[in-house]
T-cell receptor
Framework: DAGITQSPRHKVTETGTPVTLRCHQT?????MYWYRQDPGHGLRLIHY???????DKGEVSDGYSVSRSKTEDFLLTLESATSSQTSVYFC?????????FGPGTRLTVT | DAKTTQPNSMESNEEEPVHLPCNHS???????IHWYRQLPSQGPEYVIH???SNVNNRMASLAIAEDRKSSTLILHRATLRDAAVYYC????????????FGQGTRLTINP
């Protein structure tokens, strides 16, 4: 268990509002990731970070931004939430060979 | 990224072995074969990985074909807790691992 926490765990928000999801890790891992998972599908990579202030886009980055000001925290921001961003969001960190995933945040945009 | 192909679903009985296949015919020489599983309402968890040789750990075994175009995850004695979606993923172990999850195999374990 890599000590990954996500907050909030559940959130309901309205279309057009900004939303920030937080991922916190205690393992001092360099690489961190944000994925989303929609019903019946595997996870898709949104953004990832390879160090403090170093981030890059993943497969489905449109509408999302990220920031990493400290090794332990990786924030995912939806600048203006849309209904298509209703999903479960997972944060992950990378150990020596494998990734460790957080418990997920269920986001509903109404 | 090289793709993997897995059966959508499989079913087995408790305390019996389970063999989960994965085809990856376009695998490159530097790709490692990773397996993750996702229990209901949880994030994925790492199971095992390998490059060329068969691998064993406390959770499972990984058998890799000689040409590396396919692999099989083996659960030696399935329990109800092994019911999950299993994902076979090709990735690096150097640098950022931008994991590409397919649909995976949904494993059902019958008591």
């Amino acid at each position: 268990d890599a000590g990954i926490t996500q907050s909030p765990r559940h959130k309901v928000t309205e279309t057009g509002t900004p939303v920030t999801l937080r991922c916190h890790q205690t393992e001092n891992h360099r690489y961190m990731y944000w994925y989303r998972q929609d019903p019946g599908h595997g996870l898709r990579l949104i953004h990832y970070s390879y160090g403090v202030k170093d981030t890059d886009k993943g497969e489905v980055s449109d509408g999302y931004s990220v920031s990493r000001s400290k090794t332990e925290d990786f924030l995912l921001t939806l600048e203006s939430a849309t209904s298509s961003q209703t999903s479960v969001y997972f944060c992950a960190t990378q150990g020596t060979y494998e990734q460790y995933f957080g418990p997920g945040t269920r986001l509903t945009v109404t | 990224d090289a793709k993997t192909t897995q059966p959508n679903s499989m079913e087995s009985n408790e305390e019996e072995p389970v063999h989960l296949p994965c085809n990856h015919s376009t695998i490159s020489g530097t790709d490692y074969i990773h397996w993750y599983r996702q229990l209901p309402s949880q994030g994925p968890e790492y199971v095992i990985h390998g490059l060329t040789s068969n691998v064993n750990n406390r959770m499972a075994s990984l058998a890799i074909a000689e040409d590396r175009k396919s692999s099989t995850l083996i659960l030696h004695r399935a329990t109800l807790r092994d019911a999950a979606v299993y994902y076979c993923i090709l990735t690096t172990i150097q640098g950022a691992q931008k994991l590409v999850f397919g649909q995976g195999t949904r494993l059902t374990i019958n008591p």
